[in-house]
C-alpha cells in the first residue's frame, strides 16, 4: 500500500521521500526550506524541537513566506492523496499560499481507497462543530490553456511528501 | 440556429483541432482513470440516489438548510435569479464590500451575477484561469469544466497583455505565471469570497468543492466572508452519496483520478466575526424534480462527460451547443433555467447518436430527453401536413414516396445516383451524393412473388423500415434471403408503415403515437416468433420507444411489450445460427477484408456491437480491419443531415479519414442511413470503396 501510494502521488507531480526517523525526515525539511520563512502554525511538538533552526513567518506574512508545513491525518494509496484537517484558517492558508508546500505522512494511516476513509470524514463532519477538511493531490495545477497541462497556478507549485516510516506518533501530538 | 454562427465555428481552425485533440486524447484519460473500477455499477448508484433524492428534493433542502444553519452558517434559498442575484448583493453591502473574489460556479453565469454586481457598484474578480480568460474577452464559457477551452494561447497572451499593461508572450507557463501574480492581491484584499459547490450534504450541512488550481482553497480561506452558490440539486442525503460523487468527476470530466483538491466545508470557520452564506438557487429546479417526464436532468453531476464526446459539440464548440450550460445537458437544462425560447433551436442540433448517454455520470437518457423536449417547442410551418395528415394514412404516405420516384428523374446523373437536386438543397448536398428513390419499393418486390415463403423454421415477420423499403429494396431481399438460408421462414406484412420516429424527432408525439399503435396491430396479427429489422433506429422504435409513447393505455401498453420481447435486429438473429451450422456456404464472392461501422443506434440503442461482428466473421466469411472511432456517428441523423448539412458533412468527413486509413475496400454496416450517407460521401470524394449492409454480405456467401 505504501508504494501505491508512493506511485500514485508521483504520477501527479509530488515529489515523495521515505524516512525511517523523525532526524531525517527533519533534514529533508531543511534542506527544501533553506534560509526562506516557514509558514507552520501547528507544528508537532516533536518535530519543532527537531528543527531548531526553522525560521517561521507570522500569519500575515503567509503570503511572501517560502514554504509551508503540514501534517496528514490519512493519505489515500489509489490516489496518492493526503487529507488535511484545516479548520483554522490559519492552517489553510499555510497550505494554500506559499509555493512550496511540505507534508508528513505517518504511514500507518494509508487506506486503499477513497471510500475507506469515509469513517474518519464522517467522524469529523458529523460533531456539531464547524470543519474544513482537505483532500490534497499533488501540487496545483491547470490545462485551461489550449488543455496543456501546467503545474503551480494559485496554490503550491511544488509539493513535498514525508512519508515516516517506524514509529511516527509524534505526527499525532 | 444562426447558420452564420455555425459556419464560423466550422471555420475556426484552432477551435476545430482544439476540441479534435481533446475528442480523442479523453476517451484514452478517462479509461485509464477508470481502469480497476466498474463504472456502470457506481453511476447506476449515483443515479439511483439521484433520483430518489429529487422525488424528495423539498425535504432535503429543508434539511440541509437545518443541518448548515446548525453549524453556523447561513442559508437562503433563492426562487429565481433576481432574488439570488439580490441576496448576494445585499450580504456583500452588508460587509461594506464593493469587491468580490470568486472561484468557478456555473450557477453564477446561470444567474448572470456579475452583470448584476458590476451594475450594482461591486467588482468582481474570477480567479479560475479559464473563468478569467472569458471575463477579460466579455465572453461565456465553451465548456462547464474547460470554459476557455476555445481561446489559444496568443489570444490569452493579447487578452493578459492588454489587463496586465505590459507584454505578455505566448508561453503557456508564463501565462500561468502571469494570472498567479496578477491575482494574487485579489485573494488577499478580497472582502468577500465566492465559491460554487460540486456537493452539498444534507446530514452534516457540509460542501463539498472539487478543484485544481487552489484557487478555490484561497477564496473559502482569505476573505472573512465566504458566499457559497448552489443549486438545490446538488444536496445528497450523506457523505456516503458525496463521495461516490466525487469518485467519478473528475474521472468523467477530464480523465484524472481525482483533482488536486477536494474540500469539504461545514459551517464558518476560523475566529468570531467569519460568515459562511449558502445561497440555494432554485430557478425552476424544485418544479422541474416534480415533474416525472424530465426531472431525470436534475441527476446531473456538471461533469461536461456528454460535451466531451459529443460529434457535434466537438465540431462547433459550445457557443454554439448550448446556452449557458453547454453540451447535450446543456440542450436539455436551457429550456428549464433560461426558456424554451432560447432552447428551441439548439434542440435541433443534437444528431440522437446517444454517445452521450453511453459516458453520463447520472446514467441520464440525455438524448431521450432532447427528443421528448422537442415536444414542447413550436412546431414548425409546413411540418403539420407532412406529420399530421401524410404520415398517418399509410397508403398516402406511400404514394408520395412513390411520386418522388418520378419527380427525381431529371436530377438523376451517371448510375441513377442524384447529383443535383433542386434549388436549396443543391448546395447543402454538395460533398454528399443521394441514391434514387426505387422504381419498386420492396413491398411491390413481394407482392409480385419474390423471396418469402421457402423455408419452415421459427417464423420472422420482417419489418424493413421506409428507408430500405424505399430507396435499398435490394438490401431487403438480401435480408429475406439471408434469412431463409439460415432456416427461418420469412414474411413481410404488407401493412406496416413507418416507425414513426421522423415524427417523434420533429417533436409530433401524437403522430408517432398514431404509428406505434397501427404498426403494433399490424405486426401482433400474424402469430411469429419475431419481428426483424435491418434499421436500428426501427427497432429503437419499435423495443423502446413504442412502450414509452403507448403507456398510457393499458391496451396497447401491453401489446408494445408483447412486441418489444419478440423485436430483433438482423444480425441477432442470424448470429444466433453461426454455430448451429444450419446452413452451407455458396459460391458468391465476398470480399477477403471489410471495416466495420457501429450505427449509433444499434450499439447504444440496442446495445448491439458483438453480434455484427459474429455473423461478418462467421457467416459471411471476412475479416474485419477496425477502424479508429469504429462506433462515432457517420453524421447522418434521419432529416439531420438536410437540416445541418454543414454539421452533418463534417462528422461525414471524420468518418470518410477513418475509413480510408484501414485500407478495406468495403465498409459494412447494418444500418440503411448509415449506408446512405457514407455511401453517398465516399461516391461525392471519387472513393472506390463499397458500403454493403451485413445482411448483403451473408445473402453472397452463404448458399
Ligand atoms: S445524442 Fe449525440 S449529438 Fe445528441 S447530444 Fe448526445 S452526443 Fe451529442
Ligand atoms: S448530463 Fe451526465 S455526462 Fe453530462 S454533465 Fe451531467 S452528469 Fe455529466
Known amino acids: 500500500m505504501v508504494e501505491r501510494f508512493q506511485i500514485a502521488a508521483e504520477a501527479v507531480g509530488a515529489i515523495v521521500k521515505r524516512f525511517t526517523t523523525l532526524i531525517d525526515g527533519a533534514g529533508y525539511v531543511t534542506s527544501v526550506t533553506g534560509t526562506t520563512t516557514v509558514a507552520a502554525p501547528t507544528l508537532p511538538p516533536a518535530l519543532r524541537r527537531a528543527l531548531p533552526d526553522l525560521t517561521l513567518a507570522e500569519p500575515a506574512d503567509f503570503a511572501v513566506a517560502g514554504a509551508g508545513i503540514s501534517v496528514a491525518r490519512a493519505g489515500i494509496a489509489a490516489t496518492g492523496s493526503l487529507l488535511l484537517e484545516l479548520t483554522d484558517p490559519t492552517d489553510r492558508s499555510a497550505t494554500a499560499l506559499p509555493p512550496v508546500h511540505l507534508v508528513l505522512l505517518d504511514i500507518t494511516t494509508i487506506v486503499p481507497t477513497l471510500a475507506d476513509l469515509a469513517g474518519l470524514l464522517a467522524e469529523n463532519l458529523n460533531r456539531p462543530s464547524p470543519a474544513y477538511l482537505s483532500l490534497t493531490t499533488g501540487p496545483s495545477r491547470t490545462a485551461d490553456i489550449e488543455r496543456v497541462l501546467t503545474i503551480g497556478v494559485h496554490g503550491p507549485k511544488e509539493l513535498h511528501i514525508l512519508m515516516m516510516e517506524g514509529d511516527a506518533s509524534w505526527t499525532r501530538d | ?703
Open chain 2, 1 to 703: 440556429m444562426d447558420k452564420g454562427l455555425i459556419q464560423q465555428k466550422l471555420d475556426n481552425t484552432f477551435l476545430r483541432r482544439a476540441l479534435k485533440n481533446f475528442a480523442a486524447a479523453y476517451p484514452v484519460a478517462r479509461a485509464k482513470a477508470f481502469e480497476g473500477m466498474d463504472f456502470e455499477e457506481l453511476r447506476v448508484r449515483i443515479s439511483g440516489f439521484k433520483e430518489a433524492g429529487l422525488e424528495q428534493l423539498p425535504a432535503l433542502v429543508e434539511q440541509f438548510t437545518a443541518s448548515a444553519e446548525k453549524a453556523g452558517a447561513r442559508v437562503h434559498l433563492c426562487t429565481t435569479p433576481d432574488d439570488a442575484n439580490r441576496t448576494i448583493l445585499e450580504i456583500i453591502r452588508s460587509k461594506n464590500a464593493d469587491f468580490l473574489v470568486k472561484s468557478k460556479a456555473m450557477t453564477s453565469e446561470e444567474i448572470e451575477l456579475n452583470h448584476y454586481l458590476e451594475r450594482n457598484g461591486v467588482s468582481c474578480l474570477e480567479t479560475d484561469l479559464g473563468e478569467w480568460i472569458i471575463q477579460l474577452a466579455g465572453e461565456r464559457p465553451s465548456h462547464m469544466v474547460m470554459p476557455a477551452i476555445h481561446k489559444n494561447k496568443e489570444e490569452v497572451a493579447e487578452l493578459f497583455s492588454r489587463e496586465t499593461g505590459r507584454e505578455c508572450p505566448p508561453d503557456i507557463p508564463s501565462l500561468v505565471q502571469t494570472a498567479r501574480d496578477s491575482l494574487r492581491s485579489g485573494f488577499l484584499t478580497g472582502q468577500v469570497g465566492m465559491s460554487g459547490a460540486n456537493v452539498a450534504m444534507a446530514d452534516s450541512g457540509t460542501l463539498g468543492i472539487i478543484t485544481n488550481e487552489g484557487n478555490g482553497r484561497l477564496v473559502t480561506t482569505l476573505p472573512r466572508t465566504h458566499i457559497a452558490l448552489v443549486g438545490v440539486e446538488k444536496i445528497v442525503p450523506s457523505l456516503t452519496e458525496a463521495l461516490d460523487i466525487i469518485e467519478i468527476l473528475p474521472k468523467n470530466a477530464t480523465g484524472q483520478k481525482i483533482t488536486s483538491y477536494v474540500s469539504f466545508i461545514k459551517g464558518p470557520t476560523g475566529d468570531e466575526g467569519r460568515e459562511l452564506h449558502i445561497v440555494l438557487l432554485d430557478n425552476g429546479r424544485l418544479r422541474l424534480a416534480a415533474d416525472p417526464a424530465f426531472r431525470e436532468a436534475l441527476k446531473c453531476v456538471k461533469c461536461g462527460a456528454c460535451a466531451n464526446v459529443c460529434p457535434i459539440y466537438e465540431l462547433v464548440g459550445g457557443h454554439v451547443f448550448g446556452h449557458i450550460y453547454v453540451g447535450g445537458i446543456g440542450l436539455v437544462l436551457t429550456p428549464f433555467f433560461h426558456g424554451f425560447d432560447k432552447a428551441e433551436e439548439i434542440l435541433k442540433l443534437c444528431i440522437g447518436c446517444r454517445k452521450c448517454n453511453e459516458v453520463c455520470a447520472a446514467k441520464i437518457d440525455i438524448e431521450g430527453l432532447i427528443v421528448d423536449l422537442r415536444d414542447r417547442i413550436r412546431k414548425p410551418f409546413g411540418q403539420k401536413f407532412l406529420f399530421g395528415t401524410l404520415m398517418k394514412n399509410r397508403k398516402l404516405f406511400h404514394a408520395a414516396l412513390r411520386t418522388a420516384y418520378l419527380a427525381q428523374k431529371p436530377f438523376q446523373g451517371e448510375g441513377g445516383r442524384i447529383r443535383h437536386l433542386p434549388l436549396v438543397l443543391n448546395r447543402e448536398t454538395a460533398n454528399r451524393s443521394l441514391p434514387p428513390i426505387a422504381e419498386r419499393p420492396f413491398r411491390d418486390l413481394v407482392e409480385t412473388g419474390t423471396g418469402t415463403g421457402k423455408s419452415k423454421g421459427e417464423k420472422v415477420l420482417f419489418y424493413s423500415g421506409c428507408l430500405a423499403d424505399f430507396v435499398y429494396p435490394e438490401m431487403c431481399r438480401d435480408t429475406v434471403t439471408s434469412l431463409e438460408k439460415l432456416g427461418y421462414t420469412v414474411t413481410f406484412p404488407q401493412e406496416q408503415t413507418c416507425c414513426g420516429i421522423p415524427a417523434r424527432y420533429s417533436g409530433e408525439m401524437e403522430v408517432a403515437r398514431d404509428m406505434a399503435r397501427i404498426n403494433t396491430d399490424v405486426l401482433l396479427k400474424e402469430e411469429a416468433d419475431y419481428v426483424v429489422t435491418i434499421c436500428p433506429t426501427c427497432t429503437m422504435s419499435l423495443k423502446h420507444d413504442f412502450g414509452k409513447l403507448l403507456a398510457d393505455d393499458p391496451v396497447y401498453a401491453e401489446k408494445a411489450r408483447r412486441l418489444a420481447a419478440k423485436t430483433f435486429n438482423f444480425s441477432e438473429l442470424a448470429a444466433r445460427k453461426a454455430e448451429t451450422g444450419d446452413w452451407r456456404l455458396g459460391t458468391g464472392k465476398v470480399p477477403q477484408t471489410v471495416t466495420y461501422h457501429d450505427a449509433c443506434h444499434l450499439k447504444r440503442g440496442c446495445g448491439v456491437h458483438e453480434e455484427p461482428r459474429k455473423v461478418l466473421q462467421e457467416l459471411a466469411g471476412v475479416e474485419i480491419a477496425e477502424m479508429t472511432d469504429c462506433d462515432k456517428c457517420c453524421g447522418f441523423g434521419g432529416s439531420y443531415s438536410i437540416k445541418y448539412p454543414e454539421i452533418s458533412q463534417e462528422v461525414l468527413k471524420n468518418k470518410l479519414e477513418n475509413i480510408a486509413a484501414t485500407g478495406a475496400k468495403t465498409v459494412a454496416v447494418d444500418c440503411p442511413g448509415c449506408k446512405l450517407q457514407i455511401e453517398g460521401g465516399l461516391e461525392a470524394a471519387g472513393s472506390p470503396v463499397k458500403v454493403e449492409h451485413s445482411a448483403t454480405l451473408v445473402a453472397r456467401r452463404i448458399g
